[in-house]
């Protein structure tokens, strides 16, 4: 690692081409937490999940890339302070200015889920052949929780009103909800039903658009991958069965931004905010490869 690292940065470094008009990547953090039930923690999730990214090697191992060389900028993070109202049109704010630089893909980190409401409004008014790959323990589709509907338990409902919404990992599912999973614009495969990953990504890829936002909520992944989440569910997917899907939707779409969320910074230990950053890292590393694979 070198003596320049900085906490405050994706990866800790910055190379030639971090400013925004020429990195290919953007991170942004989104310390969002009003709405959350059970475990809290998630406002600092994302200035976590950067710092814990300075301990990644820079060069990956999967992709063969100094994926940072492309150019990662980090943005300063959204001001959510205010009512959620306020956030919100922050949040806009900062996405519609984002999307003025087509040839950077932003990765934001929150925050709980309720931010993706915010963030992939303005991309579903965009591309209007666009869908949503919904990578979660909880089908988040309550079109109210707790007296509102701007909520973690409602991330995923207005979207689905609006464009196709493709579930992965689900394995909780509250009762004035399950109607809305597999119906409408929703598809929803249910993590018990679906343990073949092998089986799962072409069935994924039929149902998704070409052109994709990727919402990711970490306990998508079993707890024993990310342990330091809100609320936490067994059996859901280990570490390569979601690298092998994520590869394959980057692979063969469009993906327009991703979000991940509900990462917790937990004291006892650093798991979840480490692997968190390297799936991030990991992820940008697909979408280099891919790019590099076009010239």
């Known amino acids: 690692m070198s003596d320049n690292v900085q906490t405050d940065k994706f990866m800790g470094l910055e190379s030639k081409k971090s400013a925004l008009a020429l990195c290919k990547f953007a991170v942004v953090p989104v310390p969002f937490e009003k709405t959350v039930c059970y475990g809290h923690g998630t406002a600092k999730g994302p200035a976590a999940v950067i710092e814990a990214s300075t301990q990644i090697e820079l060069w990956d191992e999967e992709t063969h890339t100094e994926t940072w060389e492309e150019g990662i900028h980090t943005c300063p993070a959204v001001n959510c302070s205010g009512s959620t109202n306020k956030v919100f049109k922050e949040i806009d704010k900062t996405v519609r200015h984002l999307m003025q630089y087509k040839q950077c893909i932003p990765f934001y980190i929150g925050g709980e889920h309720t931010v993706t409401q915010a963030l992939a409004q303005p991309y579903i008014d965009t591309y209007k052949n666009l869908s949503i790959l ?16 701007k909520s973690h338990a409602c991330a995923l409902f207005p979207a689905s009103r609006q464009v196709p919404v493709v579930q992965v990992g689900i394995r909780s599912v509250a009762s004035e909800e399950k109607q809305y999973c597999n119906a409408g614009k929703v598809t929803t495969f249910f993590m ?23 919402t990711i909520d970490v306990d998508g ?18 570490w390569y069965e979601a690298l092998d899907l994520f590869r394959a939707v980057i692979a063969k779409k469009k993906i327009v931004a991703v979000d991940v969320v509900e990462a917790c910074q937990r004291k006892a230990d650093p798991i979840t905010e480490f692997n968190t950053s390297k799936l991030i890292y990991r992820l940008m590393g697909y979408l280099t490869v891919k790019n590099q694979k076009k010239k």
């Open 221 to 238: 992944f079993d707890p024993s991958v990310i342990p330091a989440t809100g609320t936490p569910q067994p059996g859901g997917f280990m």
């Open 192 to 214: 018990h039903e679906n343990r073949d990953v092998n089986k799962l990504i072409p069935q994924v890829l039929k149902k998704l658009t070409d052109t994709v936002y990727i």
């Open 134 to 149: 919904h990578f979660d323990a909880h089908a988040d589709l309550r079109e109210t929780f707790e007296g509102t509907p």
